[in-house]
């Protein structure tokens, strides 16, 4: 491992035909004194842009096209200065950009391109390597082994999980799924398709109806359809009732189906709620089915030591995924895929022609083309192992306690507000609720009042987050149109928590003042 760089000296000159400078565009990169220059001004903005964040609208105050619109249609025949570029970045460009690293970006599930991950990866773009064989990039390759392993003690998984960095949760669970598909006895899919099969009964995978829909496009990807899928019921805080999975399955097999794998969520997307995985297990033990865990939000509180429970029964999954670009402030794209028996993913989609053999030893060299659809790979571990190297365990956990105590701060005032109301338990840092006017609560068996109440709370968010301030994103539950606040970004504080349910309960008196249907009564 100590192999001394060579000394830099001057290469021989090639005896090639030499083009003539005055008719030929210049060739070969740009000199390394630009990247210096130009390199310095950048790291300046981008410093100043997370020091004040705030001074931007943090969803764009665009409208679609406008981007478009400014910019030429064709790239330039000759090439630009790099300042000129720079300018149109800060000129054009960011005012389009909706700022996922503000602190007041509270919708979906907030994240945030750290500081150690920024440098990580500027410096894998700069390696450039291609991580598709462990010949071309060593590094990247043992890195991931090593960062993955680092982040699977971190959550207390077991130390037989292996796994691999893929760019998205949805293409992990798509994965992990064609690795269940591979898995069914006798079905052989990878070799005779699923196509023309009268030998094989239907495959019926199980999900809750609160799983993320990219389980649904991992089955329509590896042509299982959407029929595949049974949607199980959730009990009242929208976690996967196991009964219902219970009489799925029977009902299944009774009627000729094969079922062959379930998903568990932990952190579903619109409520974060977390499946009882220790019971879904034991099902999937018992009838013989594979459990992956969609844990892409709610894995990573795992680091948390007293929130190790969140994953209780996913030593027992057949593969798991947990994204750090959600909520282990690492940047996208980075989601960590976790699999008990590597050998049967990558048994799916191992496929090496001669151009791409090495004479590594398989059992010595992993070979990162194997895990997947795609050959060629970013060097993704190393923004993840610097974020983890930066942090540590401790300052991991600190920093997720503290959103879980922005969002306790968020639920308890909504709690305490007569015109909020509260529509789902917080296990993690996201907040379910609405606005609701204290004179219609308990009037909602009318059905003018729902509807309201699902138009005001449309119209709240929209003036919310034209404000510029905050931005909050939305799901319905229960027929109910509601808000979400979702605090993942290192830079939130308890004034923008603060701030975002001001200005819902100032933009929904308003509202409900202006646009309540006169049916309803006004307000006393
Ligand atoms: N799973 C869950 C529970 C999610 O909430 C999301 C996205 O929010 C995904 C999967 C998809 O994540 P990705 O964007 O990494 O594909």
Same mark, same amino acid.
């Given at each position: 491992?100590?192999?001394?760089?060579?000394?830099?000296?001057?290469?021989?000159?090639?005896?090639?035909? !030499?083009?003539?400078?005055?008719?030929?565009?210049?060739?070969?990169?740009?000199?390394?004194?630009?990247?210096?220059?130009?390199?310095?001004?950048?790291?300046?903005?981008?410093?100043?842009?997370?020091?004040?964040?705030?001074?931007?609208?943090?969803?764009?105050?665009?409208?679609?096209? @406008?981007?478009?619109?400014?910019?030429?249609?064709?790239?330039?025949?000759?090439?630009?200065?790099?300042?000129?570029?720079?300018?149109?970045?800060? !000129?054009?460009?960011?005012?389009?950009?909706?700022?996922?690293?503000?602190?007041?970006?509270?919708?979906?599930?907030?994240?945030?391109?750290?500081?150690?991950?920024?440098?990580?990866?500027?410096?894998?773009?700069?390696?450039?390597?291609?991580?598709?064989?462990?010949?071309?990039?060593?590094?990247?390759?043992?890195?991931?082994?090593?960062?993955?392993?680092?982040?699977?003690?971190?959550?207390?998984?077991?130390?037989?999980?292996?796994?691999?960095?893929?760019?998205?949760?949805?293409?992990?669970?798509?994965?992990?799924?064609?690795?269940?598909?591979?898995?069914? =006895?006798?079905?052989?899919?990878?070799?005779?398709?699923?196509?023309?099969?009268?030998? !094989?009964?239907?495959?019926?995978?199980?999900?809750?109806?609160?799983?993320?829909?990219?389980?649904?496009?991992?089955?329509?990807?590896?042509?299982?359809?959407?029929?595949?899928?049974?949607?199980?019921?959730?009990?009242?805080?929208?976690?996967?009732?196991?009964?219902?999975?219970?009489?799925?399955?029977?009902?299944?097999?009774?009627?000729?189906?094969?079922?062959?794998?379930?998903?568990?969520?932990?952190?579903?997307?619109?409520?974060?709620?977390?499946?009882?995985?220790?019971?879904?297990?034991?099902?999937?033990?018992?009838?013989?089915?594979?459990?992956?865990?969609?844990?892409?939000?709610?894995?990573?509180?795992?680091?948390? =030591?007293?929130?190790?429970?969140?994953?209780?029964?996913?030593?027992?999954?057949?593969?798991?995924?947990?994204?750090?670009?959600?909520?282990?402030?690492?940047?996208?794209?980075?989601?960590?895929?976790?699999?008990?028996?590597?050998?049967?993913?990558?048994?799916?989609?191992?496929?090496?022609?001669?151009?791409?053999?090495?004479?590594?030893?398989?059992?010595?060299?992993?070979?990162?083309?194997?895990?997947?659809?795609?050959?060629?790979?970013?060097?993704?571990?190393?923004?993840?192992?610097?974020?983890?190297?930066?942090?540590?365990?401790?300052?991991?956990?600190?920093?997720?306690?503290?959103?879980?105590?922005?969002?306790?701060?968020?639920?308890?005032?909504?709690?305490?507000?007569?015109?909020?109301?509260?529509?789902?338990?917080?296990?993690?840092?996201?907040?379910?609720?609405?606005?609701?006017?204290?004179?219609?609560?308990?009037?909602?068996?009318?059905?003018?009042?729902?509807?309201?109440?699902?138009?005001?709370?449309?119209?709240?968010?929209?003036?919310?987050?034209?404000?510029?301030?905050?931005?909050?994103?939305?799901?319905?539950?229960? @027929?109910?149109?509601?808000?979400?606040?979702?605090?993942?970004?290192?830079?939130?504080?308890?004034?923008?928590?603060?701030?975002?349910?001001?200005?819902?309960?100032?933009?929904?008196?308003?509202?409900?003042?202006? !646009?309540?249907?006169?049916?309803?009564?006004?307000?006393?």
């Amino acid at each position: 491992m100590s192999i001394p760089p060579r000394p830099l000296s001057t290469p021989p000159r090639s005896p090639s035909i !030499q083009p003539d400078p005055s008719n030929v565009p210049p060739v070969g990169d740009l000199p390394t004194s630009e990247l210096t220059r130009h390199g310095g001004r950048a790291l300046d903005w981008i410093a100043a842009y997370l020091d004040h964040p705030e001074r931007y609208p943090v969803l764009a105050r665009v409208r679609p096209g @406008e981007l478009r619109a400014a910019l030429p249609a064709q790239a330039p025949d000759a090439g630009e200065p790099l300042a000129r570029i720079l300018d149109d970045f800060e !000129q054009l460009i960011v005012p389009a950009v909706t700022h996922w690293n503000h602190p007041g970006f509270l919708a979906y599930f907030g994240i945030t391109g750290s500081i150690p991950g920024i440098l990580g990866e500027l410096l894998a773009a700069a390696l450039n390597v291609n991580a598709m064989l462990w010949r071309t990039a060593p590094a990247a390759t043992e890195l991931e082994e090593v960062a993955l392993g680092w982040l699977r003690d971190l959550l207390g998984l077991p130390a037989a999980f292996a796994g691999s960095i893929q760019d998205t949760a949805s293409a992990s669970s798509m994965v992990a799924l064609a690795a269940a598909r591979e898995a069914v =006895p006798g079905l052989e899919a990878r070799t005779r398709g699923l196509l023309g099969r009268p030998d !094989q009964a239907p495959l019926v995978l199980y999900l809750s109806t609160e799983a993320h829909s990219s389980i649904d496009k991992a089955a329509i990807a590896l042509g299982l359809g959407t029929d595949s899928l049974s949607k199980v019921a959730t009990d009242p805080d929208y976690r996967m009732d196991v009964a219902d999975l219970e009489r799925r399955i029977a009902a299944d097999r009774a009627a000729g189906k094969r079922p062959f794998a379930v998903v568990a969520t932990v952190g579903t997307t619109s409520t974060t709620s977390i499946d009882p995985v220790p019971a879904i297990a034991a099902v999937c033990g018992r009838e013989r089915l594979w459990l992956h865990v969609d844990a892409a939000y709610g894995g990573s509180a795992a680091v948390v =030591p007293e929130l190790r429970h969140i994953l209780d029964g996913c030593q027992y999954a057949d593969s798991l995924v947990v994204n750090p670009h959600k909520w282990l402030f690492t940047p996208m794209d980075c989601s960590a895929l976790y699999c008990r028996r590597p050998s049967v993913l990558t048994g799916a989609f191992r496929l090496t022609p001669e151009y791409l053999r090495t004479t590594e030893a398989e059992a010595e060299a992993t070979n990162l083309m194997d895990w997947g659809v795609s050959l060629g790979r970013r060097f993704r571990a190393l923004k993840l192992w610097m974020v983890m190297r930066a942090y540590g365990r401790e300052g991991l956990a600190a920093r997720i306690r503290e959103h879980l105590r922005l969002a306790r701060i968020a639920a308890t005032a909504v709690d305490a507000a007569a015109d909020l109301e509260r529509l789902a338990p917080v296990p993690f840092s996201t907040v379910c609720f609405r606005a609701r006017p204290p004179d219609l609560a308990g009037q909602e068996d009318q059905e003018g009042v729902r509807l309201h109440l699902n138009a005001l709370n449309a119209a709240t968010l929209e003036a919310v987050n034209g404000t510029g301030e905050v931005f909050l994103s939305h799901t319905v539950l229960r @027929e109910r149109t509601t808000l979400r606040i979702a605090i993942g970004n290192l830079r939130t504080e308890e004034r923008h928590v603060a701030r975002a349910l001001a200005l819902v309960r100032e933009h929904a008196a308003r509202l409900d003042r202006e !646009q309540r249907p006169t049916a309803l009564g006004r307000k006393p």
